[in-house]
Nanobody
Framework: QVQLEESGGGLVQAGGSLRLSCAAS????????IGWFRQVPGKEREGISC????????NYADSVKGRFTISRDSAKSTVYLQMNNLKPEDTAVYYC???????????????????WGQGTQVTVSS
């Protein structure tokens, strides 16, 4: 049974940093891509970063490029999202998701992902 659990959200001042974790179970992390998404009320869920765990290739949305870094720890079956220089507009619920197509290149479209975590709130104060 595929399970994803996010953690690490919280309240931070603008310019600060947070590291989100996505703990995966029920599948072999190295074979699949993991994406990070975020959503604010009234807006569509936005893809911000992803990693193809088979080769470590990554992708970032322009809105976070240069500030956020995605990484993985295969031994811990965990994917991380390091978020630096946070801005108030980064405030959202953050989700991780798994693409269940074996070895597929990661993309930032939510329609490519099949399993989702419950989300973690990130709030950035100005």
């Amino acid at each position: 049974q595929v399970q994803l659990e996010e953690s690490g959200g919280g309240l931070v001042q603008a310019g600060g940093s947070l590291r989100l974790s996505c703990a995966a179970s029920g599948f072999t992390l190295d074979y699949y891509s993991i994406g990070w998404f975020r959503q604010v009320p009234g807006k569509e869920r936005e893809g911000i970063s992803c990693i193809r765990n088979s080769d470590g290739s990554t992708n970032y949305a322009d809105s976070v490029k240069g500030r956020f870094t995605i990484s993985r720890d295969s031994a811990k079956s965990t994917v991380y999202l390091q978020m630096n220089n946070l801005k108030p507009e980064d405030t959202a619920v953050y989700y991780c998701a798994e693409d269940s197509i074996l070895f597929r290149l990661c993309v930032l479209s939510l329609h490519a992902y099949d399993y989702w975590g419950q989300g973690t709130q990130v709030t950035v104060s100005s």
